[in-house]
């Protein structure tokens, strides 16, 4: 598995937030790694994937007793990357939608911090 400078820089490139320094130093990574490649190939699937989810709107209610059922969460700590932040609110969405059989699911906000969508 990829450390987890690698994976920002990774997470980073999917985005499309990564400058002239990063490019070089995650080109020079993927070159070197093919684990840290499969993952990035991986990782570029997953977000085609969840791009591909049509957004519908909920049933009636379904987001608000979601979010009533769920403990408050702490404010997040300012040294975690925005896209973690997203990504994080998205896997909790996904996991409380999918407790309820027959639900639709709804991705929450977008994936990019930069470009204000998700990649292609």
Known sequence: MANPGQLVLINAEIDGDLDA?????????????????????????????????????????????????MPQMAPMSAGIPKRWTGMMALVRDVIAASSFAGSS????????????????
């Open 105 to 120: 699911v709804r991705r929450a906000g977008s994936i990019s911090t930069k470009t204000g969508r998700a990649p292609t």
């Open 21 to 69: 320094a990063q490019r070089a130093e995650l080109a020079r990574t993927l070159l070197a790694d093919p684990k840290a490649r499969e993952l990035r190939d991986d990782l570029r699937r997953l977000c085609q994937t969840l791009d591909a989810v049509p957004l519908v709107d909920p049933p009636p209610g379904l987001q608000e007793s979601i979010l009533a059922a």
